[in-house]
């Protein structure tokens, strides 16, 4: 029942390849990621407050089947941590919480 900002691996080259993204709920969910340089002082990012490189939206149950795969052949090379949050709105300042178990998220990284 929070945002759940989530460091998926730290370092640099970080390699985002794919989400797979299981919605349970009757709303729209999005998953958020942030790509942090090394130089940047606000690590980890804060939700609401830093603006998201990447924000994937994973349908509502109720209106499709609530599934959402994006896929990058060659991936999509970040340089510096990769983290994940996830919200019930699409804007970059939003931070309302997901209810525990409304999505299944699985982040393929290199």
């Known amino acids: 029942s ?3 900002l989530t460091l998926v691996k730290g370092g640099q080259n970080v390699d985002l390849l794919g989400v797979l993204g299981v919605n349970t ?3 729209e969910i ?5 790509w942090m340089s090394t130089t940047q002082t606000a ?3 804060t939700v609401g407050t830093t603006v ?8 509502a ?6 599934v959402a795969n994006y896929y990058w052949s060659d991936g999509i090379t970040m340089n510096g941590p990769l983290y994940f949050a996830v919200t019930k709105l699409a ?3 939003d931070t309302t919480a997901v209810v ?5 998220i699985t982040i393929l990284y290199a």
Do not use: C, E, Q, R
């Open 2 to 4: 929070t945002t759940n």
């Open 25 to 27: 709920s009757a709303y």
């Open 30 to 34: 999005f998953v958020k990621f942030y």
């Open 43 to 45: 690590v980890p990012p």
């Open 52 to 59: 998201p490189n990447l924000t994937l939206a994973i349908p």
């Open 61 to 66: 149950l109720g209106t499709t089947t609530g």
């Open 91 to 93: 804007a970059d300042s």
């Open 100 to 104: 525990a178990g409304d999505g299944i």
